[in-house]
């Protein structure tokens, strides 16, 4: 009686099976990476829309409550420049008083009034690489031996910024400007009736993105001395 012969793979074939596994594999792993790399891309540009949007509502908000004052003491501060209250907007920078400061800490010596900045500076990071960020200022003491200009503490509104722009509304001329300055005797007392602020940022590939708003602001005639 013969004994059945049993069949095995040859090395061939196994060679061949272990080569279409490992093929599937890396197939796998690939489509696992970047699906992995797509949803960090997503995430990571939906966090950038969130903090564009957030720092964009600040904006609006503290611009939206900006005023100039003549209640200050005029022989302390006897130049109309160095008035502790003025609104100073130029077309990529805009210093400004406002009433929209938000004490943190119970018992501080602080009011609802402060002085603000918003501007586009290089990052003093090394790591960063000459990153641009959306950077700004508040000093809330108005009357203080400091400057409008000087002073205070500055906290970065948004990473990897090309550059801002702001516009101002003149209600005259029925026409925005790029530079409204209250320290100029005409303009001593009123304040543009809106502002347009402009975030201009990269998208992943490069290509420059504005993001614009516009404020009004309430309080657009000087605060009078009683």
């Known amino acids: 009686m013969r004994t059945p012969r049993r069949h095995g793979f ?107 900045e918003y501007a586009v500076e290089t990052s003093p990071d090394t790591a960063a690489r000459g990153r641009k960020d959306m950077v700004r200022r508040a000093n809330p003491n108005l009357f203080g031996e400091e400057r409008m200009d000087r002073g205070g503490t500055k906290d970065i509104l948004v990473e990897g910024v090309k550059r801002v722009e702001f516009a101002y509304w003149d209600s005259d001329k029925k026409e925005w400007d790029d530079e409204w300055d209250t320290r100029r005797l005409e303009r001593k007392s009123i304040l543009p009736t809106r502002v347009k602020i402009t975030l201009v940022l990269p998208d992943e590939a490069g290509k420059a993105i504005p993001y614009t708003t516009q404020t009004r602001i309430i309080l657009n005639t000087e605060m009078p001395r009683f």
């Open 10 to 116: 040859t090395l061939m074939e196994v060679m061949v099976a272990v080569a279409i596994t490992a093929l599937m594999g890396t197939l796998t792993l690939n489509a696992f990476t970047t699906a992995i790399k797509a949803r960090e891309m997503v995430e990571a540009e939906a966090e950038r829309h969130r903090m564009v949007r957030a720092s964009m509502a600040r904006m609006v908000r503290e611009v939206g409550a900006a005023f100039v004052s003549d209640r200050y003491d005029s022989r302390r501060f006897r130049d109309q420049a160095e008035r502790p209250t003025n609104f100073v907007g130029e077309k990529e920078k805009l210093s400004f008083t406002s009433l929209a400061h938000q004490r943190l800490y119970a018992d501080a010596k602080e009011s609802d009034q402060v002085v603000l």
